[in-house]
């Protein structure tokens, strides 16, 4: 527990008003030597690292780094470039604390990162479209497509050359400017408070003087906030199954992990009261669920509706609380006295089944 608090301390001195604020105003976001002040959402341990004074991305799994902090009026500047021509990434702007429900990506505002080899189509460009992903909501400027503004030049360089972004919002109103222009963006932006992520897709990429302005708070509130959802860390590696023990056929498939014909994944690591998240995908009517304990009759399953749906399972001391996406109750399971505290957990499926995004927060 103290090494943990130890990290956090650090990570909030990094971005403190007056430790390393510019005369602009601005404060750096990465310290150039380490990832502190981040928080890998779902990615391999590897995915992110610091790499001469730059963040470093593998591009796999297809994931987020995010920061611990949320933000809603600011001013961010930041470098990046692509490693090989083709690359594919983005800055996720107010987003989750968590990916979306049956997505690798984050809930939010996507600023386009895509290098020009990657082609071209009437649906993308690679100079700076700004976009939303997985619920939330904008009103494009500019030329467009449903809720993706197009950049109004063509200012990117390509691979292996470094852009520069500057990304205004305040309001829920967000401008992107490409190296030194105003190009694309939008308003009425839901949400319009939330975290700031750096996107993995497949393609090395890199990061570099991320900083960052705030700007005097408007009337965002909850309703237009990302839920703070801290103490959360991913069990799935997306590239390996480290840490878990196979019965039937699984496979690491990028984001998702893959269940052939039905079985049990085991952990290695046991796990005692706190709060399980898990996506899950499996044939309409089929049943999933979620062993604890290493007790094979204890845990809790449900049916599959046939499509993604993201279930929340609280662990207590005497019972198990399942629910739905939004946090509804769905149902409940008394645990037996005589079961130990804690144990191994294990992902159960009756058969073909994927599951994805399978986060553990111990409980307080």
């Known amino acids: 527990m103290l090494p943990v608090m130890k990290h956090l301390l650090l990570a909030c001195v990094a971005i403190l008003p007056g430790s390393a604020v510019a005369k602009d105003g601005f404060i750096d976001l990465f310290n150039g030597s380490n990832l502190a002040g981040w928080h890998n959402v779902n990615g391999a341990p590897d995915t992110w690292s610091v790499k001469d004074g730059v963040i470093h991305c593998t591009g796999r799994p297809v994931c987020a780094l995010r920061t611990l902090k949320r933000y809603e009026n600011f001013i961010m500047e930041l470098e990046w470039r692509h490693l090989k021509p083709g690359g594919n990434a983005g800055i996720?702007?107010?987003?989750?604390?968590?990916?979306?429900?049956?997505?690798?990506?984050?809930?939010?505002?996507?600023?386009?990162?895509?290098?020009?080899?990657?082609?071209?189509?009437?649906?993308?460009?690679?100079?700076?479209?700004?976009?939303?992903?997985?619920?939330?909501?904008?009103?494009?400027?500019?030329?467009?497509?449903?809720?993706?503004?197009?950049?109004?030049?063509?200012?990117?360089?390509?691979?292996?050359e470094w852009n520069h972004y500057r990304i205004e919002c305040n309001g829920g109103t967000l401008r992107l400017h490409v190296n030194g222009k105003e190009v694309s963006g939008g308003s009425d932006c839901d949400w319009r408070r939330g975290y700031i992520g750096l996107e993995s897709e497949g393609s090395p990429v890199e990061f570099r003087n991320i900083r960052l302005k705030e700007l005097p708070a408007g009337d965002a509130g909850e309703e237009f906030?990302?839920?703070?959802?801290?103490?959360?860390?991913?069990?799935?590696?997306?590239?390996?199954?480290?840490?878990?023990?196979?019965?039937?056929?699984?496979?690491?498939?990028?984001?998702?992990?893959?269940?052939?014909?039905?079985?049990?994944?085991?952990?290695?690591?046991?796990?005692?009261?706190?709060?399980?998240?898990?996506?899950?995908?499996?044939?309409?009517?089929?049943?999933?669920?979620?062993?604890?304990?290493?007790?094979?009759?204890?845990?809790?399953?449900?049916?599959?509706?046939?499509?993604?749906?993201?279930?929340?399972?609280?662990?207590?001391?005497?019972?198990?609380i399942l629910r739905d996406a939004e946090g509804m109750e769905q149902g409940r399971v008394a645990l037996d006295a005589a079961d130990p505290p804690s144990g191994i957990i294990a992902l159960k499926a009756t058969a073909d089944a994927t599951f994805a995004n399978i986060y553990f927060h111990p409980g307080r």
């Open 92 to 160: 996720f702007i107010w987003a989750s604390s968590l990916a979306a429900p049956g997505q690798p990506f984050l809930r939010a505002v996507e600023v386009q990162v895509l290098d020009h080899a990657y082609g071209k189509s009437d649906w993308f460009t690679t100079h700076g479209d700004v976009f939303p992903i997985h619920g939330s909501r904008m009103k494009p400027f500019g030329r467009h497509r449903g809720m993706r503004s197009f950049p109004s030049e063509e200012r990117s360089k390509g691979s292996p």
């Open 225 to 320: 906030s990302a839920p703070p959802e801290e103490g959360f860390s991913t069990l799935y590696s997306g590239t390996s199954l480290e840490g878990w023990r196979a019965q039937g056929k699984w496979q690491a498939a990028g984001w998702q992990l893959r269940c052939k014909g039905g079985g049990s994944l085991w952990s290695e690591k046991d796990f005692g009261a706190g709060e399980l998240v898990i996506d899950t995908k499996a044939g309409k009517g089929e049943e999933v669920g979620v062993i604890l304990r290493g007790v094979e009759g204890t845990g809790i399953r449900w049916q599959s509706t046939g499509k993604w749906q993201r279930t929340r399972i609280e662990i207590t001391g005497r019972e198990v």
